[in-house]
């Protein structure tokens, strides 16, 4: 058992603390957030992740996870702590570092004996030596630390398997032994564990995010060759999924990526390049695609409707991807705006993510309070997000609601024969030609 502390109670630092304290540690979240850990405290969690909260309270209920908004108390015994705070965009295309500096000047201005400090936060190459001199400015004494780079892997919606299950562990350092001390903290969960310098791991977080989020964007410029030239891009991608060399993960074409990591990293990997008097350009086309996405849902109602102006669109979905309530850089509400720029009314419902939407929207949207309320009266309903609801809705029931049966659907989570039958006009992601122009009902074959 080990004392760990946590800095920050987001996504990363919220589930990382409660990952270690579920292994068998003692673990103390720290965050300014006075409200948030009085909640915490309580077992009520301040972001939607399957599975966190009921870890949360077991872990509570033992005495192994604590909360505060003491630096004092959560370093006391601590022989670890982690950096998890945020790090946004700075306007710029780069990370905001001023919470990590905060974080960094705290501990030290309270370090009175050996720790090893762990940057969990996504941050710019370079941040670990950008820690260790700050502890070392602020530091009253010589007490010995060393600082270790391990970024996180975790994917809002399923972060608590993750946590648990990684597909490895990347930790860097200039200290081989304090790199060996936060090796020996993952080792319950015998996965692939990576030791590198300081540097190197940082980049490989930003050069994983971006790699996926190219994937995302290469599938979408697949999607639109298809588009023109009538073949299924759900079709393309399954072929090529199966060559172990590429493999099917993030080839789902549809409104593209968003979220707290993918958009802000490849950003923030391309403004360290531009630092370096570097030009980006692979980088550059998959914001560009990205960005796109949203564009094609206006340009196909416009196609299909005309004049946007006086419109009523129904959106299903707001957060960025199923089982979360976050919304930063979500498809839809870029939608939102360019579809309220038109002159379009929009009715919107998500399972989760209404409040967060609501606090973060510039725009006037009506909220409905279930899917089937949204679609009413509407003259086309946008599938934004691929919600396990929206999987089983009554289509014959949102025919019949619709002004006119114009279904666009943003991650071909319907089948085009069966919204067919059922009247719609459905308008999928590169679905290829219909199955009267000769198109086949596609198998795989087995041996």
Known sequence: ????????????????????????????????????????????????????????????????????????????????????????????????????????????????????????????????DLVTSIINEHRRSDIPFAVVSNPEFLREGSAMQDCMNPDRVVLGATDRDAADKVAALYLPLRSRIIITDLRTAEMIKYASNAFLATKISFINEIAGICARLGADVTQVA????????????????????????????????????????????LLDAVMEINASRRRWVVETLKQRLGALAGRQISLLGLAFKPDTDDVREAPALEIIELLRAEGATVVAYDPAAMTTAAAVTTQDVRFAPDAYEAVTGSDAVVLVTQWNEFKNLDLTRVRSLLRRPLLIDGRNLYAPEQLADLGFEYVGVARGVPATEGQIEPQVILD
């Open 1 to 128: 058992m080990k004392n760990i502390a946590v800095i920050g109670t987001g996504y990363v630092g919220l589930t990382t603390g409660t990952c270690f304290a579920d292994m068998g540690n003692q673990v103390t979240c720290l965050d300014i957030d006075e409200e948030k850990i009085l909640r915490l405290r309580q077992g009520i969690m301040p972001i939607h992740e399957p599975g966190l909260q009921e870890v949360v309270i077991r872990n509570l209920g033992a005495g192994r996870l604590h909360f505060t908004t003491s630096y004092r108390e959560a370093l006391q015994d601590a022989e670890f702590v982690f950096i998890a705070v945020g790090t946004p965009d700075n306007g710029r295309g780069g990370a905001d570092l001023s919470q990590v500096r905060a974080a960094a000047q705290s501990i030290a201005s309270h370090l009175d004996h050996p720790i090893v400090v762990v940057n969990k936060s996504t941050v710019p190459i370079g941040t670990g």
């Open 238 to 281: 399954q072929g090529m999924g199966y060559d172990a060399r590429i493999g099917p993960a993030f080839l789902d074409a549809g409104l593209g990526f968003g979220g707290s990591c993918f958009p802000k990293d490849v950003k923030a990997l391309m403004s360290m390049a531009a630092d370096a008097e570097l030009h980006p350009q």
